[in-house]
């Protein structure tokens, strides 16, 4: 690359981040139920696993958490049944459950990705519009030199 070249890897990288930063610092990025004892959310886990990964020709928002496109494009009702044993089994408060069946809900679409990119598509654009009005000097520089 040469002095003053725009780096559009480099462009993306950070508005990637931006993303990023938007989504965890606003919250769009969902969190567990509040512990009814303590009141304090449980989980986290998916807000600390998003990241932001250098790809061929730009940059990527993601999360390696199975779960995260579930809960962000939503998931339709199911009835979930045992595979290898005759019941389900899980622990609710002290005392074990079972059931030959359970009906899943169903989640709501909750595109937090989605979210933080439109509320914050102006500075994007802000940033965006930077570099290739910076190009464009750069190249008539180079036409009139």
Known sequence: MMAGEV???KVALRIAHR??????????VPVGKPD?????RTGGELRKSIHVSSVPGG???????VYARAVHEGRQALIIRPRRRKALRWVDGNKFLFAKRVRFPGWDPDPFIYDAFE???ETIMNI???YTERA??????AITS
């Not at 930063?21 to 769009?28: S, T």
């Not at 009814?36 to 304090?40: F, V």
């Open 7 to 9: 780096d559009l890897q």
């Open 19 to 28: 993303i990023r930063a938007i989504a965890i610092r606003e919250k769009l």
């Open 36 to 40: 009814p004892d303590s009141g304090k």
């Open 59 to 65: 940059a990527m928002v993601g999360t390696n958490k």
């Open 119 to 121: 509320s914050n598509q």
């Open 128 to 130: 965006f519009d930077r």
């Open 136 to 141: 464009l000097r750069e190249v008539e520089h």
